[in-house]
């Protein structure tokens, strides 16, 4: 079946520092990758849509110069956290569109900002 | 646009007894359903779809959910809960042209006592 690997799976930084996470799609190509964040006991919120070799599509309110996100390949996404703050310290999930289930998640990165 | 409501924010059941997930969504034309289960800190596992056909669909681990469209509802239900059925639960909802995206519930957690 189809994989969506993402890592790294916990992460800790600097405030003011910069995190990259990861998203790939091991089995099949993913021309469409999807960003949610989550916070604590809630649900997933889109933050953006990735579309390879074009720029992301943003929901309202998700600052696109803060959660940078590049998708150079069919198989690779990547969301980096710019100048982050503790209030960014969340759970962060990737998902590729494709695979026989039409969404394939990865298994989410713990973001902590100190 | 799309949205998906779970009415119950946690559901508390006992092992062996029977378990009935809601969700209801609104979207204009024949909605792409999916039902996910997630554990504390990781991704989401699907447990199974809706895309067209037979509205009673069967998913892993004893799930199944029907599809009625006179009450754009899409429940989950399992006759006998397990202990390792505690977990999180959303409903989702997408519109299944390529690249559209998913549109999440709030959540059931579900609480399994003894």
């Known amino acids: 079946g189809a994989v969506v690997s993402q890592h790294p799976s916990r992460v800790i930084c600097k405030s003011g520092t910069s995190v990259k996470i990861e998203c790939r799609s091991l089995?099949?190509?993913?021309?469409?990758m999807f960003w949610y964040r989550q916070f604590p006991k809630q649900s997933l919120m889109l933050m953006a849509t990735s579309n390879e070799g074009s720029k992301a599509t943003y929901e309202q309110g998700v600052e696109k110069d803060k959660f940078l996100i590049n998708h150079a390949s069919l198989t690779l996404s990547t969301l980096t956290v710019t100048s982050a703050h503790p209030e960014d310290s969340s759970f962060y999930i990737c998902?590729?569109?494709?695979?026989?289930?039409?969404?394939?998640f990865g298994s989410g990165t713990r973001l902590t900002v100190v | 646009a799309q949205s998906v409501t779970q009415p119950d924010i946690h559901i508390t059941v006992s092992e062996g007894a029977s378990l009935e997930l809601r969700c209801n969504y609104s979207y204009g034309a024949t909605p792409y359903l999916f039902w996910y289960v997630q554990s504390p800190g990781q991704g989401l596992q699907l447990l199974l779809k809706y895309f067209s056909g037979d509205t009673l669909v069967q998913g892993i681990k004893g799930f199944e959910a029907e599809f009625k469209r006179s009450q754009s509802s899409f429940n989950l239900r399992k006759p006998s809960v397990h202990w390792s059925d505690a977990a999180e639960y959303f409903c989702?909802?997408?519109?299944?042209?390529?690249?559209?995206?998913?549109?999440f519930g709030g959540g059931t957690r579900v609480l399994v006592k003894p």
């Open positions: 089995d099949f190509q993913a021309t469409t």
């Open positions: 989702a909802v997408g519109a299944g042209a390529a690249g559209n995206k998913l549109t």
């Open positions: 998902s590729a569109r494709g695979g026989s289930n039409g969404y394939t």
